[in-house]
C-alpha cells in the first residue's frame, strides 16, 4: 500500500480539477460493513494507495487511478472506485480489548436512540431521554459500588478484621487488628480509607479512557452549515448540523459520572464511620464532623442529578460551548470530599471493631429498585410516544396511517434494552463480588461474604436461562416447520433443476436461519420482562428475608427447599463460568488482533450512536466516520462537478445514509446510493424508529438523485427497505438468487455458494445496478430538483 500527496480539503473551496468537462467523470465510493475489509479486497487491486485520511481512517484508490480527475477520458467506461476503511475505529491497538468493562454503558446508550418516533411532543421526547440518562448514571454507581464492596467489605472490613481470613492472605497482615504488633493501618476507618483508592483508581480509569476518545472521536468537527430551527421531533435527526458533535454533552456528563463515582467511593468509606460516630456515647466533634459530612455528599449528589437533568444534545447548531468550569471543577470538588472523607474515616476512634458486613443490601437493594423504577417509567413514556405518532405522513404534512407496526416491541424495545443493560450490570458486579469472596473465603464460611441480594440475583439466573431455553425451544419448532415450506418455495426459484433433497435443504435453511433476525424483538420482550419480575423477586426476597435462598428456604416443602438451593448452587458456578469467560476473552483480545476485529464487530453495531446517555460507553465511531464521508463526497463534487455513485455494504451503508443526510440539499440531490446487505429498515427502521423509520427513509430517497437496494433471502443482517407507496419498487431490487446456481451449468461448472451476508459484488445485478444509477446520475439537472426549494421544516426535509 502506497501513501499519494494530498491537499487538505478543509483549507477552503475546492478548485475544479484540470481535464475535461466535468460529467465526463464518475466515483464510486465504496464502505464496507461489519468485521471490516482491506483496500486490497476492496478494490480487487494488489497495489493501492491512501489519498486521503489517516492510519485510523482513510480513503484509498488504486494506484492506476490516483490522478483519474486528470484523466477522465482513459475512464468513460467505467467509475473510479474509492474504498473507506473505517475498521480501525472500533478494533485498532490492544487498548480496545478494556471496553469490555464497558459493555452495559453501551447497552444502555443504545437505549436512548431507541425511543419510538414522535411528532411534536418535545416534552415527552426530553423525558424520554432524561430516564435513560438516569438510567446510565446508577449504572456507574453499581459500577463503583461493586468496587468499594469488593475492597471495602470483603477484603478490608471482613477479611482483614478476620483472624482465619488473614492467616491465609498474609498480604493483609498488616490491616489485621488482631495481631500483637496490629500497626496503624489496623483501625477500621483507616483499612476502608486505604482501600477506597481501589474504587477511586477505577473511576480515574473510566475518566481516562473517556476523556481519551472525546480528545480522538467527539473533537472531529463535521461540515460548517447554518444552524436551524429549534428541534422538532419528527423525522430523523440524523441531518441536523450538530448530531455528530456531541463533544459538550460528553464532557458534561463525563464530569457529572466522574464525581458521581468519586462521592459513591465517599459514601462507602463515610458510612460505617458516620454511624459510629452517630451512636450513643460517641463523641461530639466527630458527630458534628458527620453531620456536615453528610450533608455535603448529599449537596454533592443534587449537584450531579442537576448536571445529569438538564437538557441534553443541541443537534440544531453545531454546540462549541465548553462548560470549562463546570467540567472542571465538578469532579475536582469531588475529589476533595473524597480526601476529607478519608481523612475523617482515619481519625482514631479507641474499641471501634469491624463485625458483620457493610450496608451493601441497602445499596445494592436501593439501586436495583430505583433501576426498576426508571424502566417502568421508560415504558410508560415509549408507550405514549409510540400510541400518539400517526406514523407516515403525506406531502403536506398530515398524517397518513398509524404507528408502524413494525416498530420492534410497539415502541418498548428501548426500555427493555434498557432492562438488559441493569441486568448486564448487576451480572458483572456480583460476579466479581462473588469471585473475590470465594477467593478469600473459599468454602470455610469464616468471614459473613457478599451481600444477601447478590446471592439472590445470581440464584435468577437459573429460572432466566429455562425461560430463554423455552423460547428457543418454541423458535425451533417454528424453524422446524418454516424449513418444510420454504423448501417448496426453493424448487420454485430454481425451475427445470433436478432435485437435490440435501441441496434444497440447505438454501431452505439458510433462508429460515436468516428470518430468525426478526424474531429478535420477541426474545429481547420475553428476557427484558422475565429479567424485571426476576429482578423483583430477588429484592423482595432479599429484603424480606435476609438470608440467602436456600437459607431462607429450611424448613420449607422439601421441592421448594431443592429449588432453591440448586438454584443458588448453579447461579454461583454459572456466574462464575461468565466471569471467568469475560476475563479469557478480554485477555484474548489485549494480545491477539483477530480476536479483537471479532470484539470490534460488536462495536460497529453498538457504537455507531452518540454518547447521549452514558459518557464512559464507547466511543461513537459515526462521529468521525460520517464527517469523513461528507467531506469527501462535498469537496469531490464541487471541485470535479462529476457523478458519485456511494456505495455501502452492511454497516456501511448506514454510514453511507447518515453521510448523504449530512450533505447539504443541492450537494445531495446529485449523489446516487446503492445499498446491499443493508440493515437500514431491517434493524435499525425496527430498533431505532425515531432516525430510520419509514418515514425517514422515505425523505432520504426524496432528496437523492436515486437509489437502489439489494438484498437475498439468505441475508440474516439485509433486507429490503420496504419505502410506502410507489416509492418501494423504486427502491428494492427483486430479492436475488442466493446461490447465483442450484445445480452444475455451463456458467457455473463447480457447485455455487450460498452467500448470505457477503459477496454482494460477485452478483450480476450489483454491477447493472450500479451503471444505472450512473445512467440516471447523467440525466439528473445539477440544481435544486422541484422538492428541494420548498420551505424546510425541523427535520431538514422539505415541508412541500
Not at 477505577?202 to 480522538?216: D, F
Not at 453531620?291 to 441534553?312: F, H, I, K, M, Y
Not at 454546540?319 to 474515616?345: F, K
Not at 427502491?731 to 442466493?738: E, M, T
Request: with cysteine; glycine share 10%.
Amino acid at each position: 500500500m502506497e501513501r499519494a500527496p494530498e491537499r487538505n480539503a478543509g483549507d477552503g473551496p475546492a478548485r475544479p480539477l484540470p481535464g475535461p468537462p466535468a460529467a465526463d467523470i464518475a466515483l464510486e465510493l465504496l464502505v464496507h460493513g461489519v468485521g471490516g475489509a482491506t483496500p486490497e479486497a476492496m478494490l480487487k487491486d494488489p497495489r493501492t494507495v491512501r489519498v486521503t485520511g489517516d492510519a485510523t481512517a482513510a480513503v484509498f484508490r488504486r494506484a492506476a487511478d490516483v490522478h483519474a480527475e486528470e484523466h477522465p477520458e482513459a475512464h468513460r467506461g467505467a467509475p473510479v472506485r474509492e474504498a473507506y476503511v473505517w475498521c480501525n475505529l472500533t478494533s485498532g491497538n490492544g487498548a480496545r480489548a478494556l471496553w469490555l468493562l464497558l459493555l452495559p454503558f453501551m447497552v444502555v446508550n443504545l437505549a436512548h436512540w431507541m425511543r419510538p418516533a414522535s411528532h411534536r411532543h418535545p416534552r415527552t421526547v426530553r423525558l424520554y431521554g432524561l430516564l435513560v440518562r438516569l438510567a446510565g448514571l446508577t449504572l456507574t454507581v453499581l459500577f463503583v459500588a461493586a468496587a468499594c464492596e469488593v475492597a471495602l467489605d470483603l477484603a478490608a472490613w471482613q477479611c482483614a478484621g478476620t483472624r482465619v481470613c488473614v492467616r491465609n492472605h498474609s498480604w493483609l497482615g498488616f490491616l489485621s487488628p488482631d495481631r500483637p504488633d496490629a500497626g496503624w493501618w489496623s483501625a477500621p476507618g483507616r483499612r476502608l480509607a486505604l482501600a477506597a483508592l481501589v474504587p477511586a483508581a477505577l473511576t480515574a480509569l473510566l475518566w481516562y479512557l473517556s476523556h481519551r476518545t472525546w480528545s480522538a472521536y467527539e473533537s472531529q468537527q463535521p461540515m460548517s452549515r447554518p444552524a436551524e430551527p429549534e428541534e422538532e421531533t419528527d423525522g430523523t435527526g440524523l441531518g441536523r448540523p450538530g448530531f455528530w458533535y456531541g463533544r459538550r454533552l460528553v464532557a458534561r456528563l463525563r464530569a457529572a459520572h466522574t464525581a458521581a463515582g468519586f462521592l459513591t467511593v465517599a459514601a462507602a468509606v463515610a458510612a460505617p464511620a458516620t454511624r459510629h460516630d452517630h451512636a450513643p456515647g460517641g463523641p461530639a466533634p466527630l458527630d458534628a464532623l458527620a453531620t456536615l459530612l453528610d450533608a455535603a455528599l448529599v449537596l454533592g449528589a443534587a449537584v450531579v442529578l442537576w448536571v445529569v437533568c438538564r437538557r441534553g444534545r443541541s443537534e440544531n447548531r453545531i454546540d462549541r460551548g465548553r462548560d470549562v468550569t463546570l467540567v472542571r471543577l465538578l469532579p475536582q470538588g469531588a475529589i476533595v470530599l473524597l480526601v476529607l472523607t478519608l481523612v475523617y474515616a482515619g481519625w482514631s476512634r479507641p474499641g471501634w471493631q469491624a463485625t458483620g458486613r457493610l450496608a451493601g443490601d441497602a445499596t445494592f437493594g436501593g439501586l436495583a429498585l430505583v433501576q426498576g423504577l426508571l424502566v417502568v417509567a421508560l415504558g410508560v413514556v415509549a408507550h405514549v410516544l409510540y400510541r400518539t405518532n400517526p406514523g407516515t405522513r403525506t406531502a403536506a404534512g398530515e398524517p397518513a396511517g398509524p404507528a408502524d407496526p413494525r416498530t420492534a416491541m410497539r415502541g418498548l424495545a428501548g426500555p427493555a434494552v434498557a432492562m438488559l443493560a441493569c441486568a448486564l450490570g448487576g451480572v458483572m458486579s456480583g460476579g466479581v463480588s462473588g469471585r473475590v469472596a470465594d477467593w478469600l473465603d473459599g468454602t470455610r464460611h469464616s468471614i459473613p461474604g457478599p451481600p444477601v441480594l447478590l446471592t439472590w440475583q445470581a440464584s435468577a439466573i437459573p429460572p432466566l436461562l429455562l425461560i430463554l431455553l423455552a423460547v428457543l425451544a418454541r423458535l425451533s419448532r417454528r424453524t422446524l416447520r418454516l424449513r418444510r415450506r420454504e423448501m417448496s418455495a426453493v424448487e420454485r426459484d430454481y425451475p427445470g433443476e433436478p432435485k437435490d433433497t440435501t441441496r434444497t435443504r440447505r438454501i431452505a435453511s439458510t433462508r429460515v436461519m436468516a428470518g430468525l433476525t426478526d424474531r429478535a424483538p420477541f426474545v429481547v420482550g420475553v428476557l427484558s420482562f422475565a429479567t424485571l419480575l426476576l429482578g423483583a423477586g430477588a429484592v423482595a426476597g432479599a429484603f424480606a428475608t435476609g438470608a440467602t435462598p436456600s437459607a431462607a428456604a429450611r424448613g420449607r416443602h422439601a421441592l421448594v427447599h431443592g429449588g432453591a438451593e440448586t438454584a443458588q448452587a448453579l447461579g454461583s458456578w454459572l456466574i462464575g463460568l461468565g466471569f471467568i469467560l469475560f476475563v479469557t476473552w478480554g485477555r484474548r483480545a489485549y494480545k491477539d488482533p483477530a480476536a479483537r476485529r471479532t470484539i470490534g464487530i460488536l462495536w460497529d453495531v453498538g457504537t455507531f450512536w452518540p454518547r447521549a446517555a452514558h459518557p464512559f460507553a464507547p466511543p461513537c465511531y459515526a462521529e468521525r466516520a460520517v464527517p469523513d464521508l461528507t467531506w469527501r463526497m462535498a469537496t469531490w463534487t464541487r471541485a470535479t462537478g462529476g457523478r458519485l455513485v456511494l456505495s455501502g455494504h452492511s454497516q456501511g451503508s448506514v454510514l453511507a445514509a447518515a453521510a448523504a443526510w449530512q450533505l447539504r440539499p443541492e450537494t445531495r440531490g446529485r449523489i446516487a446510493l446503492l445499498t446491499y446487505g443493508s440493515p437500514l429498515e431491517r434493524l435499525y427502521g425496527r430498533w431505532f424508529p425515531a432516525h430510520f423509520g419509514p418515514a425517514a427513509l422515505a425523505a432520504l430517497h426524496r432528496e437523492i438523485a436515486c437509489w437502489r437496494n439489494l438484498y437475498r433471502p439468505t441475508d440474516p443482517i439485509g433486507g429490503p427497505v420496504r419505502l410506502p407507496g410507489d416509492c418501494g419498487p423504486e427502491v428494492d431490487h427483486a430479492p436475488l438468487k442466493d446461490p447465483l446456481a442450484y445445480g452444475r451449468t455451463e456458467r457455473q461448472p463447480l457447485p455455487a455458494p450460498v452467500l448470505g451476508h457477503s459477496d454482494y459484488q460477485a452478483d450480476p445485478a450489483f454491477a447493472a445496478e450500479r451503471e444505472l444509477l450512473l445512467a440516471r446520475l447523467r440525466t439528473e439537472v445539477p440544481a435544486q430538483r422541484p422538492h428541494e426549494q420548498g420551505p424546510q421544516d425541523g427535520s431538514g426535509r422539505s415541508s412541500g
